[in-house]
């Protein structure tokens, strides 16, 4: 697989991953049997993170790779 088309494909299951995270955190923000503070409080930011990390290791994998 060549590097470009293995970057798009990091990026969009990074993307995706913040997707799923924000949309069941608005998701429960209703259900107070399922959503306590701590979750928000560690899972977000955790989440974020992995996400800023992904995402810096895609833009290195893109500023290398070469269009052959």
Do not use: Q
Request: net charge negative.
């Amino acid at each position: 697989m060549r590097p470009r088309n293995l970057g798009f494909l990091v990026l969009g299951f990074t993307y995706s991953v913040l997707l799923i995270s924000l949309a069941t955190f608005y998701w429960l923000r209703d259900n107070e049997s399922l959503l306590h503070y701590w979750c928000v409080l560690l899972l977000c930011p955790a989440t974020l993170w992995l996400w800023a990390l992904i995402s810096w290791c895609d833009s290195e994998m893109f500023a290398s790779s070469k269009d052959e």
